[in-house]
Protein backbone atom coordinates (compact mmCIF):
# COMPACT_ATOMS: atom_id res chain seq x y z
CA UNK A 1 0.00 0.00 0.00
CA UNK A 2 3.07 2.67 -0.34
CA UNK A 3 3.55 2.69 3.47
CA UNK A 4 6.63 0.92 4.86
CA UNK A 5 7.12 -0.45 8.09
CA UNK A 6 8.98 0.40 10.28
CA UNK A 7 8.71 -2.29 13.92
CA UNK A 8 6.25 -4.12 15.57
CA UNK A 9 5.41 -3.29 18.88
CA UNK A 10 5.25 -5.26 21.64
CA UNK A 11 4.41 -5.23 25.58
CA UNK A 12 3.35 -7.74 27.89
CA UNK A 13 3.86 -10.42 25.29
CA UNK A 14 1.44 -9.40 22.99
CA UNK A 15 1.87 -7.13 19.78
CA UNK A 16 0.15 -3.45 20.45
CA UNK A 17 0.58 -2.05 16.98
CA UNK A 18 2.69 -1.46 14.14
CA UNK A 19 4.41 1.29 13.81
CA UNK A 20 4.97 2.84 10.06
CA UNK A 21 8.32 4.39 8.25
CA UNK A 22 6.14 8.16 8.38
CA UNK A 23 5.70 7.26 12.65
CA UNK A 24 1.89 6.24 11.86
CA UNK A 25 0.56 3.65 14.16
CA UNK A 26 -1.88 0.89 13.16
CA UNK A 27 -3.71 -0.89 15.84
CA UNK A 28 -5.92 -4.22 15.26
CA UNK A 29 -6.84 -7.61 17.25
CA UNK A 30 -4.40 -9.76 15.21
CA UNK A 31 -1.23 -9.19 12.99
CA UNK A 32 -0.16 -11.15 10.35
CA UNK A 33 3.33 -10.59 9.25
CA UNK A 34 4.20 -11.20 5.63
CA UNK A 35 7.42 -9.90 5.39
CA UNK A 36 10.37 -11.86 4.50
CA UNK A 37 12.42 -13.64 7.66
CA UNK A 38 15.53 -11.51 7.42
CA UNK A 39 13.17 -8.53 7.66
CA UNK A 40 10.92 -9.87 9.96
CA UNK A 41 13.71 -10.09 12.34
CA UNK A 42 15.05 -6.48 11.71
CA UNK A 43 11.63 -5.40 12.55
CA UNK A 44 10.37 -7.39 15.58
CA UNK A 45 11.81 -6.14 19.35
CA UNK A 46 14.91 -7.28 20.21
CA UNK A 47 13.86 -9.41 23.09
CA UNK A 48 11.12 -11.44 20.74
CA UNK A 49 14.03 -11.61 17.77
CA UNK A 50 16.23 -13.18 19.70
CA UNK A 51 13.48 -15.53 21.60
CA UNK A 52 14.58 -19.04 20.31
CA UNK A 53 10.94 -19.57 18.53
CA UNK A 54 11.79 -16.49 16.25
CA UNK A 55 15.98 -16.94 16.08
CA UNK A 56 15.48 -20.33 14.09
CA UNK A 57 14.30 -17.91 10.98
CA UNK A 58 18.43 -16.64 11.15
CA UNK A 59 18.98 -20.12 10.18
CA UNK A 60 17.72 -19.74 6.73
CA UNK A 61 19.51 -18.28 3.90
CA UNK A 62 18.44 -16.53 0.00
CA UNK A 63 18.78 -17.50 -3.18
CA UNK A 64 19.11 -15.02 -6.18
CA UNK A 65 16.83 -14.97 -9.13
CA UNK A 66 17.09 -12.74 -12.29
CA UNK A 67 14.62 -11.81 -14.74
CA UNK A 68 15.85 -10.57 -18.54
CA UNK A 69 12.85 -9.38 -20.17
CA UNK A 70 13.44 -8.99 -24.05
CA UNK A 71 11.04 -6.98 -26.56
CA UNK A 72 11.13 -8.66 -29.65
CA UNK A 73 10.05 -7.05 -33.15
CA UNK A 74 8.17 -10.18 -34.00
CA UNK A 75 7.28 -13.46 -32.51
CA UNK A 76 9.90 -16.05 -31.35
CA UNK A 77 8.43 -18.44 -30.02
CA UNK A 78 4.64 -20.19 -29.59
CA UNK A 79 4.54 -21.91 -26.48
CA UNK A 80 3.37 -20.00 -23.43
CA UNK A 81 6.89 -21.47 -21.67
CA UNK A 82 9.38 -23.55 -22.26
CA UNK A 83 11.88 -25.25 -20.15
CA UNK A 84 15.49 -25.76 -21.47
CA UNK A 85 18.01 -28.62 -20.86
CA UNK A 86 21.59 -28.10 -21.35
CA UNK A 87 21.79 -24.53 -21.67
CA UNK A 88 22.12 -21.62 -19.21
CA UNK A 89 18.39 -20.44 -20.06
CA UNK A 90 16.06 -22.50 -17.66
CA UNK A 91 12.60 -21.17 -18.47
CA UNK A 92 11.44 -18.48 -20.84
CA UNK A 93 8.11 -17.03 -20.62
CA UNK A 94 5.68 -15.99 -23.26
CA UNK A 95 4.85 -12.72 -21.71
CA UNK A 96 2.91 -11.38 -24.75
CA UNK A 97 0.77 -14.90 -24.78
CA UNK A 98 0.10 -15.25 -20.74
CA UNK A 99 -0.53 -11.32 -20.33
CA UNK A 100 -3.45 -11.81 -23.23
CA UNK A 101 -1.26 -8.62 -25.01
CA UNK A 102 -1.79 -9.05 -28.87
CA UNK A 103 -1.81 -5.66 -29.36
CA UNK A 104 1.23 -5.60 -30.87
CA UNK A 105 3.20 -7.09 -33.41
CA UNK A 106 6.70 -7.74 -32.00
CA UNK A 107 6.68 -10.23 -28.53
CA UNK A 108 7.73 -9.64 -25.11
CA UNK A 109 9.48 -13.03 -23.52
CA UNK A 110 11.33 -13.50 -20.41
CA UNK A 111 14.22 -15.65 -19.40
CA UNK A 112 13.85 -16.86 -15.40
CA UNK A 113 17.34 -17.46 -13.99
CA UNK A 114 16.82 -19.46 -10.43
CA UNK A 115 19.97 -19.71 -8.12
CA UNK A 116 21.53 -16.66 -10.16
CA UNK A 117 24.50 -16.21 -8.08
CA UNK A 118 26.75 -16.53 -11.33
CA UNK A 119 24.75 -13.73 -13.05
CA UNK A 120 23.54 -11.58 -10.03
CA UNK A 121 26.86 -9.52 -9.83
CA UNK A 122 27.43 -9.25 -13.83
CA UNK A 123 26.43 -6.16 -15.77
CA UNK A 124 23.35 -5.97 -17.16
CA UNK A 125 24.24 -5.35 -20.41
CA UNK A 126 26.31 -8.31 -20.91
CA UNK A 127 22.94 -10.69 -19.37
CA UNK A 128 21.25 -9.24 -22.46
CA UNK A 129 24.23 -9.78 -24.85
CA UNK A 130 24.89 -13.27 -23.80
CA UNK A 131 20.88 -14.24 -23.55
CA UNK A 132 20.19 -12.63 -26.72
CA UNK A 133 22.72 -14.88 -28.02
CA UNK A 134 21.71 -18.01 -26.31
CA UNK A 135 18.09 -17.57 -27.06
CA UNK A 136 18.85 -17.68 -30.90
CA UNK A 137 20.50 -20.94 -30.41
CA UNK A 138 17.48 -22.49 -29.05
CA UNK A 139 14.75 -20.61 -30.90
CA UNK A 140 15.34 -20.45 -34.79
CA UNK A 141 12.79 -17.41 -35.45
CA UNK A 142 15.16 -15.45 -32.37
CA UNK A 143 17.91 -15.66 -35.19
CA UNK A 144 16.71 -12.57 -37.42
CA UNK A 145 14.74 -11.29 -34.76
CA UNK A 146 15.56 -7.64 -33.24
CA UNK A 147 15.55 -6.71 -29.98
CA UNK A 148 13.90 -3.58 -29.29
CA UNK A 149 14.18 -3.05 -25.51
CA UNK A 150 15.06 -5.16 -22.40
CA UNK A 151 14.71 -4.66 -18.81
CA UNK A 152 17.35 -6.80 -16.24
CA UNK A 153 15.39 -7.19 -12.75
CA UNK A 154 18.32 -8.36 -10.30
CA UNK A 155 16.32 -10.13 -6.99
CA UNK A 156 19.48 -10.90 -4.46
CA UNK A 157 17.07 -12.44 -1.99
CA UNK A 158 14.17 -13.46 -4.01
CA UNK A 159 13.36 -16.79 -2.36
CA UNK A 160 14.94 -18.42 0.93
CA UNK A 161 17.13 -21.30 -0.06
CA UNK A 162 15.92 -24.91 0.42
CA UNK A 163 19.35 -26.00 1.74
CA UNK A 164 19.30 -29.27 3.47
CA UNK A 165 18.22 -28.93 6.83
CA UNK A 166 16.43 -26.01 6.46
CA UNK A 167 13.03 -27.28 6.92
CA UNK A 168 13.73 -27.57 10.45
CA UNK A 169 14.23 -23.18 10.75
CA UNK A 170 10.94 -22.43 8.95
CA UNK A 171 8.73 -21.27 11.53
CA UNK A 172 4.86 -21.98 11.56
CA UNK A 173 2.03 -20.38 10.93
CA UNK A 174 1.29 -19.69 14.96
CA UNK A 175 3.85 -17.77 17.13
CA UNK A 176 4.13 -17.56 21.18
CA UNK A 177 2.77 -14.33 20.61
CA UNK A 178 -1.04 -14.78 20.87
CA UNK A 179 -1.85 -12.44 18.48
CA UNK A 180 0.61 -12.62 16.00
CA UNK A 181 0.75 -14.94 13.05
CA UNK A 182 3.35 -15.55 10.26
CA UNK A 183 2.52 -15.60 6.33
CA UNK A 184 5.03 -16.13 3.71
CA UNK A 185 6.35 -18.96 1.35
CA UNK A 186 9.36 -19.17 3.62
CA UNK A 187 7.01 -20.18 6.24
CA UNK A 188 6.50 -24.11 7.18
CA UNK A 189 3.97 -24.20 4.77
CA UNK A 190 5.00 -27.77 3.59
CA UNK A 191 5.66 -26.49 0.19
CA UNK A 192 8.82 -25.21 -1.98
CA UNK A 193 9.47 -20.78 -2.18
CA UNK A 194 6.68 -21.21 -4.92
CA UNK A 195 3.80 -18.33 -5.26
CA UNK A 196 1.67 -21.41 -4.34
CA UNK A 197 3.54 -21.77 -0.81
CA UNK A 198 2.46 -18.24 -0.21
CA UNK A 199 -1.18 -18.57 -0.95
CA UNK A 200 -1.02 -21.35 0.87
CA UNK A 201 0.73 -19.93 4.37
CA UNK A 202 -1.94 -16.72 3.79
CA UNK A 203 -4.74 -19.56 3.96
CA UNK A 204 -2.93 -21.19 7.14
CA UNK A 205 -2.49 -17.79 9.00
CA UNK A 206 -6.26 -16.68 7.96
CA UNK A 207 -7.59 -19.80 9.52
CA UNK A 208 -5.27 -20.04 12.69
CA UNK A 209 -6.91 -15.89 13.04
CA UNK A 210 -10.51 -16.89 12.44
CA UNK A 211 -10.15 -19.70 15.09
CA UNK A 212 -8.07 -17.82 17.84
CA UNK A 213 -10.44 -14.74 17.71
CA UNK A 214 -14.24 -16.00 16.21
CA UNK A 215 -15.87 -13.35 17.92
CA UNK A 216 -13.87 -10.47 16.38
CA UNK A 217 -14.33 -12.95 12.76
CA UNK A 218 -18.14 -12.72 13.30
CA UNK A 219 -17.76 -9.09 13.64
CA UNK A 220 -15.82 -7.96 11.26
CA UNK A 221 -11.56 -8.54 12.77
CA UNK A 222 -9.77 -5.62 12.34
Not at 47 to 57: D, K, S
Not at 70 to 90: I, K, N, T
Request: net charge negative.
Amino acid sequence: MGKAVRAIRAHDGRITHVELAGGQRLEADAYVSALPFEVLQATLPPELAAEPFFAEADSLSSSPIVGIHLWYDRPVMDQDFVAFLGSPVQWVFNKSAIQGDDSMPGQYVCISLSGAWPYIKLPKERLVADFTKELAKLLPRARDARVERSIVVKEPRATFRSAPGAAAHRLPQATPVPNLFLAGEWTDTGWPSTMEGAVRSGVLAADLVANRFPSSHEQGLS
